[in-house]
Nanobody, 126 residues
Framework: VQLVESGGGLVQPGGSLRLSCEAS????????IGWFRQAPGKEREGVAC????????YYAGSVKGRFAISRDNAKNMVYLQMNSLKSEDTAVYYC????????????????????WGQGTQVTVSS
């Protein structure tokens, strides 16, 4: 099982990025998916998650209205669209998959998730 994130980079405040997470060895349609992030010196925090198959979504208050999670089950991919980025969004972003987790959760730094990617760096700076 492997999750591989991509799409991170350097962006100016107010800009946008779309992160991708490609899965191999598992069918994402059967899993809850979460995006988490960890900034230097801070604990890992949940950003957004999506339950399958009911499609319930949750967002952290700090990103609600700016970020959107989506999935393409046919491609076995998950995405995180990030708009109106702020300096405080700077972090390493991870995607994670959870078996039999419905609804999905952003709590406890993702302790209920079973599989994790290696992370992709997002830096928001002018």
């Amino acid at each position: 099982v492997q999750l591989v994130e991509s799409g991170g980079g350097l962006v100016q405040p107010g800009g946008s990025l779309r992160l991708s997470c490609e899965a191999s060895g598992l069918r994402l349609s059967y899993f809850a998916i979460g995006w988490f992030r960890q900034a230097p010196g801070k604990e890992r925090e949940g950003v957004a998650c999506d339950s399958s198959p009911d499609g319930t979504e949750y967002y952290a208050g700090s990103v609600k209205g700016r970020f959107a999670i989506s999935r393409d089950n046919a491609k076995n991919m998950v995405y995180l669209q990030m708009n109106s980025l702020k300096s405080e969004d700077t972090a390493v972003y991870y995607c994670a998959a959870a078996v039999a987790l419905s609804p999905c959760t952003l709590s406890d730094g993702g302790s209920k998730y079973d599989y994790w990617g290696q992370g992709t760096q997002v830096t928001v700076s002018s």
